[in-house]
Structures are given as structure tokens and as C-alpha cells.
């Protein structure tokens, strides 16, 4: 644990034994000072970063003695300068092109997951007119056969109408006429 950490549990173990443990116990008492206790940590961890970051600086970048320098002396001083930035300069692009890299990696990675999960954008699908044997084809399983509606039905023979051969009309007028013709087309009615 660290130092401030460690210390806001003590804290804490210290206003927990101090509230009484009788009736008069107020939870809200206790979150208040809890709280305030909070604030003023958080002050003194902002005092201290605000002052390891003053030492940092002063260690990095000393502070210039520009005075009693001649003018070559100035100058090779900017030279140097100038030099560190561009070695910072290098570095600093190196490690953004690094960061660039990673996460273009990341990014490739990350779609490949949600391929994999099937998480894509779908796209939108067109309406595609279908026919009864497709539907038909969609609605059962692909296994079944096409149901053959032609098969369940009763086949049924033609009979062959006799044709009459073609006779002398002239004859067929001579049976009809009379009694004995008229009977035969009665019968040949029923």
C-alpha cells in the first residue's frame, strides 16, 4: 500500500472508533467527517505531485547561466540546445508513430473479434421476389423432396370414341325414314 493510502485507512479505523456505539450513532456524522477527512488528503497528494513535478523540471532543465557568457559561448550553447530538442523531437515522433501502429493493430484485432463473434453491422438486405417452389423450398427442410402433387392423383384411362365411318348419307336417310327409324332414334336417346 502506499503512504496515502495506508494513511486515509488509519483515518478511517480512527473515526470509526471514536463515534460511540450506543444510540446515539449518526451515520451522516460519520460520512460528513469521512469526507472532509477525503478533502484534505486530496489537497496535500495535489501539493505533493505539484512539487515531485518542480523537481523533476529543475533536474531535466537546469536552470541557464546566461551571464559572464561571451557570444561564441552563447552560441555553441544554442547549438546544444537545439541538438537535445532534436533528439526529444525524434523521440517523441518515433513514439507516436509506435502509438499510431498500436492502435491501428488494436483496431484490426478488435474487428476481427466482433467478425468472429458476429457482431457486424449487417447490411441492409433487398427484397427478392420469389416463386411458389422457392417459398415452398424455403418453408420445408432442404431434405424433403418437392412435393409431387401429381402422384396422389387416380389415373384414369381414356376411352377411345368410336368413330362412325363415313357412309353414304343417302342410305342412313332410307333407314331412318319410316317407323322402324324413328324407334331406332328413340332408343339411341335413352
Not at 15 to 37: H, I, Q, V
Not at 76 to 98: F, P
Not at 128 to 146: C, E, P, Y
Not at 174 to 179: H, I, K, L, N, P
Amino acid at each position: 500500500m502506499t503512504d496515502t493510502a495506508l494513511g486515509q485507512t488509519r483515518v478511517a479505523t480512527r473515526l470509526l472508533e471514536s463515534t460511540p456505539s450506543d444510540s446515539t450513532f449518526d451515520p451522516a456524522a460519520l460520512g460528513t467527517k469521512l469526507l472532509r477527512k477525503a478533502e484534505s488528503l486530496l489537497v496535500t497528494e495535489k501539493e505533493q505531485k505539484s512539487i515531485e513535478r518542480e523537481n523533476a523540471l529543475r533536474e531535466r532543465a537546469p536552470p541557464l547561466k546566461l551571464s559572464g557568457l561571451s557570444v561564441q559561448e552563447l552560441q555553441d550553447l544554442c547549438k546544444d540546445l537545439h541538438q537535445k530538442i532534436d533528439i526529444v523531437d525524434e523521440a517523441r515522433y518515433d513514439l507516436t508513430i509506435k502509438v499510431a501502429r498500436n492502435e491501428a493493430e488494436i483496431l484490426s484485432l478488435t474487428q476481427k473479434i466482433y467478425e468472429l463473434k458476429g457482431k457486424m453491422k449487417r447490411p441492409i438486405l433487398k427484397r427478392v421476389k420469389k416463386s411458389a417452389d422457392a417459398v415452398l423450398g424455403a418453408l420445408t427442410d432442404n431434405r424433403v423432396t418437392k412435393a409431387d402433387f401429381k402422384a396422389n392423383l387416380k389415373t384414369v384411362k381414356k376411352e377411345e370414341e368410336k368413330k362412325e365411318e363415313v357412309t353414304d348419307w343417302r342410305k342412313n336417310v332410307e333407314a331412318m325414314s319410316g317407323m322402324e327409324g324413328r324407334k331406332k332414334l328413340f332408343d339411341a336417346g335413352q
